[in-house]
Nanobody, 129 residues
């Protein structure tokens, strides 16, 4: 069974850090492009970060650029999101997502949620003093 499970969310003060993990099971992570999205209270789900199958190429939403870092360990079948200098507006449910690359180049990544077919259940991040 193909499954993604997020962990690492919690309550943190502004300026603090959290590291989210996304563990994959039932498939080989290296054949998938991956992404992080979040849904803030009362808002639509939005793109946060994406990483290619090879892990070499990444992209970020402007709001998190230079504060967040996406990475992956294909041996451990796990993706990560290191979040530093957190702000109250980073509060939301964070979801990881996977897109099967098939014959597509391992340098490809996707920023649109509609490109992903497998999603985790989400982990809550709350930034508040």
């Amino acid at each position: 069974q193909v499954q993604l499970v997020e962990s690492g969310g919690g309550l943190v003060q502004p300026g603090g850090s959290l590291r989210l993990s996304c563990a994959a099971s039932g498939f080989t992570l290296s054949t998938y492009a991956m992404g992080w999205f979040r849904r803030a209270p009362g808002k639509e789900r939005q793109f946060v970060a994406a990483i290619s199958g090879s892990g070499v190429y990444t992209d970020y939403a402007d709001s998190v650029k230079f504060r967040f870092r996406i990475s992956r360990d294909n041996v451990k079948n796990t993706m990560y999101l290191q979040m530093d200098s957190l702000r109250p507006e980073d509060t939301g449910i964070y979801y990881c997502a996977a897109h099967f690359l098939g014959a597509v180049s391992g340098s490809t990544y996707f920023m649109s949620s509609s490109s992903y077919e497998t999603w985790g259940q989400g982990t809550q991040v709350t930034v508040s003093s």
